[in-house]
């Protein structure tokens, strides 16, 4: 078996293969969401992404999906998401801009679609992108400070946390019923657009997480900064602060 695959179709059939054979009737739907289902898939580097969908009874019985998992983690694949129909359904409230994520950008592997119904209430997304993106930008401030301005723990940590805010710009862009692009340098570039946010230095953030950019260590310090610095002006727009005499976080 190759470990990792050139496509993420490739392994479809076996997925379903093997989940069926472990959760039988109990498997109501195999989902493929993130960059697999966008097509940003690169291999090798991007994890293969999958909600598994199972009916009650199937998901008291995840001890027997233990081999299966371990065997597929082996092919870049992520441990899936398990879940039932009714907690999708009743938690659409809770996590909103995943499920909006989610239901712009997947593929139906197996059975039934649970994504393609769901609607979105505007005051749910707005209160989960002020949630991220406060709660980002402080842990952005403690991370920053514990990265003592190193190049290569500033750089991963641009890495790690621009994807978390490009999805928080999906939900921004929901609710100004603004149509959402597939690929993320279009969403960064119609978000900063719309929002007055700098389109050239997330661009340049994208760039450094992508290693097409290698900005000297003082540069890098100085990006990150103004990264800080976007990312505060964000936290005002998503709860409408922003004027002068509003209290500043």
């Not at 989940?19 to 009737?25: A, K, L, N």
């Not at 694949?77 to 809770?94: G, H, K, L, N, R």
């Not at 514990?146 to 978390?164: F, P, Q, Y």
Request: contains cysteine; charged residues 30%; glycine residues 8%.
């Amino acid at each position: 078996m190759r470990k990792t695959p050139r496509d993420p179709k490739e392994i479809f059939d076996g997925i379903v293969s093997d989940y069926t054979g472990v959760f039988g009737d109990g498997l109501v739907s195999i989902i493929c969401f993130g960059s697999s289902a966008r097509g940003e898939y690169r291999p090798g580097k991007s994890d293969i992404n999958f909600m598994i969908v199972l009916e009650d009874d199937a998901i008291e019985r995840l001890d027997e999906a233990f081999d299966t998992v371990a065997r597929w983690r082996a092919r870049n694949v992520a441990i899936p998401v398990f879940v039932t129909e009714a907690y999708v359904c009743s938690s659409v409230d809770v996590f909103p801009i995943e499920y909006l994520d989610m239901q712009r950008s997947h593929i139906l592997v197996y059975g039934k679609n649970v994504l393609s119904k769901l609607t979105f209430e505007s005051e749910h997304v707005r209160l989960q992108c002020e949630r991220e993106v406060k709660g980002k930008l402080l842990l952005l401030r403690e991370r920053f400070v514990e990265t003592r301005g190193k190049t290569k723990s500033v750089s991963e940590l641009i890495g790690e946390s621009l994807g978390a805010f490009i999805a928080v710009f999906e939900g921004l862009l929901h609710l100004k019923n603004i149509e959402i692009p597939a690929k993320k340098t279009e969403i960064v570039a119609v978000t900063c657009r719309s929002f007055g946010l700098d389109k050239g230095l997330f661009e340049t953030l994208l760039g450094i997480r992508d290693g097409k950019l290698k900005p000297s260590a003082r540069e890098l310090i100085d990006c990150f900064k103004q990264y800080l610095k976007q990312i505060r002006t964000l936290s005002r727009i998503v709860d409408g602060t922003g004027g002068e005499d509003e209290p500043h976080i």
